[in-house]
C-alpha cells in the first residue's frame, strides 16, 4: 500500500518542481537569448576556420617541403640542372610584374 503524503509532503513537493520549472525556463532563455545563439554560431565557424587553415598550411608545407627535395640532391647539395630554371623563372615573373606595375603608374 502507498504511504498518504501529508499536506505539508505535498507543499514541498510543488516548491520544489517549480524552482526545477523556474531553472529549465531560465536554462532555455538562456539557451535561445541571441546573444547565445550568435556565440555559438561564431564558436563553430571559428573552429571551422581554424581546422580548415590547419588542413592548408598542411597542404602547403608538404608542398614546399617536396619542392625543396625535388631541389636538392640527396646528400643536400643543390640540383643545379632544377635550381638554375627555377630562379630564372621567379626572376621573370618578378620582372614582369614591375614592368606591369611600372606601365599602370605612368
Known amino acids: 500500500m502507498s504511504e498518504a503524503r501529508t499536506p ?3 507543499e ?7 524552482e526545477q520549472l523556474a531553472e529549465t525556463l531560465d536554462e532555455i532563455g ?3 537569448h541571441p546573444q547565445t545563439i550568435i556565440g555559438d554560431a561564431r564558436a563553430r565557424v ?9 588542413r592548408a598550411f598542411a597542404t602547403v ?9 625535388g631541389l636538392r640532391h640527396e646528400d643536400g ?21 614591375v614592368v606591369s ?4 603608374r605612368g
Open 8 to 10: 505539508a509532503q505535498i
Open 61 to 69: 608545407n608538404r608542398l614546399v617541403t617536396d619542392v625543396r627535395d
Open 77 to 97: 647539395a643543390p640540383r643545379l640542372e632544377r635550381v638554375v630554371p627555377v630562379a630564372l623563372l621567379a626572376v621573370g615573373v618578378v620582372g614582369l610584374l
Open 46 to 54: 571559428a573552429s571551422t576556420v581554424d581546422q580548415t587553415a590547419g
Open 12 to 18: 514541498a513537493d510543488i516548491v520544489r518542481r517549480r
Open 101 to 104: 606595375a611600372r606601365r599602370r
Open 30 to 32: 538562456v539557451r535561445m
